[in-house]
């Protein structure tokens, strides 16, 4: 697996954009890039996953560098709801397993 | 709501007890996935089921056993624990096993082994 490094924790002021950053500079060309969220005590919750383009959901934005050594997940408008541990992960190639690193917890402050 | 739901949600037992976790998924998938998160950790994959069948078994321990009678049902049997196999124990489901499928979690089980 592509291992990923990830900030251990980030803050973020209620309303403004939050930008969590993840690098995988070992990543092969045909792993996609997962993000997970873990709210408090809860399983985790795919947000958004991308292979080479930028992705744009409902709930945030991917923006996968050119070279796909680095990605980016913005919430736009981040709430005290969107606390919680962030999780960047390449796919195995192998089946469809998931490695969970540390994440980053982002704590989001009115 | 995920379509994955987990009973029970909280569950102490003592080291000699038998206990059983569920996991149920209602989305109609076939791959399911057990995975354990002790406090501080990451979460680890234990095991996973493609179409009933056994396809990863992470070097757990034999006091955990595995079954999945069905797609939409997966057990985890518990005999025998230690105190440090305290952890939240989650389930998790993806349409199969073909590389980038999403994969949904349930809220987990909760275990605290005494």
């Known amino acids: 697996d592509a291992k990923t490094t990830q900030p251990p924790s980030m803050d973020c002021a209620e309303g403004r954009a939050a930008n969590l950053p993840c690098n995988h500079s070992t990543i092969s060309g045909n792993e996609y890039v997962y993000w997970y969220r873990q709210i408090h005590s809860q399983g985790p919750q795919y947000i958004i996953h991308?292979?080479?383009n930028n992705e744009t959901n409902e709930m945030a934005s991917l923006i996968i560098t050119e070279d796909r050594k680095s990605s980016t997940l913005i919430l736009p408008h981040a709430t005290l709801r969107d606390t919680a541990v962030y999780y960047c992960i390449v796919r195995r190639n192998a089946g469809n397993m998931l490695t969970f690193g540390g994440g980053t917890r982002l704590m989001v402050k009115p | 709501e995920t379509g994955v739901t987990q009973t029970p949600r909280h569950l102490v037992m003592g080291m000699t007890n038998k206990k059983s976790l569920k996991c149920e998924q209602h989305?109609?998938?076939?791959?399911m996935y057990w995975y354990k998160q002790s406090a501080k950790k990451p979460l680890e994959l234990m095991f996973v089921?493609?179409?009933?069948?056994?396809?990863e078994n992470n070097s757990v321990p034999s006091r955990f056993s595995p079954e999945c009678p069905n797609s939409s049902h997966l057990f985890l049997h518990l005999h025998t624990l230690q105190p440090e196999d305290s952890a939240l124990y989650l389930c998790a489901s993806s349409q199969d096993l073909v590389g980038g499928e999403t994969q949904y979690f349930g809220p987990g089980t909760r275990l605290l082994v005494l």
């Open positions: 089921y493609n179409f009933k069948e056994q396809t």
């Open positions: 991308g292979l080479k």
């Open positions: 989305l109609g998938h076939n791959a």
